[in-house]
Each structure stands twice: as C-alpha cells, then as structure tokens.
C-alpha cells in the first residue's frame, strides 16, 4: 500500500539557517509525490510536485525536494528560513486510483 | 487564492441542527473532495467525486451527506452531528483524478455544541 511517514512532527529552526523537514515513502511502483504548506486558518496550497521526470524538483517560495528512489525519501529543504515559512507541511502520495494519502504532518517554528 | 471557494469559513451548530457547507470552483475540474481535518490527526479523505459522480465514501457516517449538482459545485449537508465532529472540513478540486495535484479551499472551521 502507498504510505508517507514524516519524521518529524515539530521542526524548529531561526531565520536565515536551512530547513529540512524529512519524508519518507512507501509504494510498490513509481510514485507521485507531493507537498503541500497549511498556514493557519488557510487551506493546504501546494509547494512541489514530483512525477518521475528530474529527481530534484524546485518548487514556490524558495523550497525544494529531492526524490531519492534508493532511500524512499523525498525530503523538503530551503537553503534560508523566512518568519513567513512558519506553518504547517505535509508531504502525500499520489495513489494509483489517483487520489492522495497525506502524511502526519511536519509542524516548522522560525525563531526570530 | 487557489480557484476554491469554501462557505461559510466558520459554522457554529448544535447536534440537532441542519445545515450545510458550500464549495465552488470554476478551474475546469472534474474531480472534487471533501476532506476532515482533526487536530493531531492526518487528513482523511471523505468523499471523492468525479464528473459530478460518487467514487468514494470512506466509511463516512450518514449523518453527513454530500451532494454534487454539477462539476463546479459541491455540498456538505450536515445533521445531527456529534461534538467530535468539530474539525476543518476541506474542499479540493483536480483536474482529473490520476496523479493531478488537488487544489484546496480554504476550509470551513465546524464547531458542534
């Protein structure tokens, strides 16, 4: 069965150092993988989409993932947090039915 | 903004009342779902429509009810609702339903007292 996990339900980080929010993936074939950011009171807006063209995908407002078949992740970064990137992210997976299976969740906090 | 419209974005509703919840797109999609969104809980896919036909109805109880009149419009009727349903309902819309990025209002925050 297609399944995200993220590693971690809470990530702080201060502005201006690199964000890494961890995903990893379970599926029998060649996902679609995704992530999306939920800031509060707002609906969920996507950030990045892969779909097995490059591996590294460059998505809105500076963040990127990197799919790595040999390790199941698709991991989200950005090289320099902003106050603004406080909020909620998930990482999902593509079904073969065409609909999503969201993960848990990754909490980002930006000290000032 | 996304192209989804929810309303309302609050409901405050008692376990005997009816009411329902709006959500409206004009992307040209022809898939729309409703999601529930509980505190510390992943999101859970209700219901999925696609060409204004049901797909999918995960195990939702009847006492909520959707309706899909026509592609761009989807409804959410509610009735007799419990308190632990008090959660963010999401609507999404996509353009089909193979492995197309969904679009997301901006939720409807219920409250059952």
């Known amino acids: 069965a297609q399944s995200v996990t993220q590693l971690d339900s809470h990530v702080s980080v201060s502005e201006g150092t690199p964000v890494l929010l961890r995903c990893n993936y379970s599926s029998s074939y060649s996902p679609s993988l995704f992530w999306y950011v939920q800031h509060p009171n707002k609906g969920l807006q996507l950030l990045l989409k892969y779909t097995s063209a490059a591996t590294l995908v460059k998505g809105i407002n500076g963040f990127e993932a990197e799919f790595k078949k040999s390790e199941t992740s698709f991991h989200l970064t950005k090289p320099s947090a902003h106050m603004s990137d406080a909020a909620e992210y998930f990482c999902?997976?593509?079904?073969?039915?065409?609909?999503?299976?969201f993960g848990a969740g990754t909490r980002l906090t930006v000290k000032p | 903004e996304t192209g989804v419209t929810q309303t309302p974005r609050h409901l405050v509703m008692g376990m005997t009342n009816k009411k329902s919840l709006k959500c409206e797109q004009h992307l040209g999609h022809n898939a729309m779902y409703w999601y529930k969104q509980s505190a510390k809980k992943p999101l859970e896919l209700m219901f999925v429509?696609?060409?204004?036909?049901?797909?999918e109805n995960n195990s939702v109880p009847s006492r909520f009810s959707p309706e899909c009149p026509n592609s761009s419009h989807l409804f959410l009727h509610l009735h007799t609702l419990q308190p632990e349903d008090s959660a963010l309902y999401l609507c999404a819309s996509s353009l089909g339903r193979a492995n197309t990025e969904a679009f997301f209002g901006q939720g409807t925050r219920l409250t059952v007292v």
């Open positions: 999902v997976v593509g079904l073969m039915g065409g609909d999503m299976r």
């Open positions: 429509y696609s060409l204004e036909e049901r797909v």
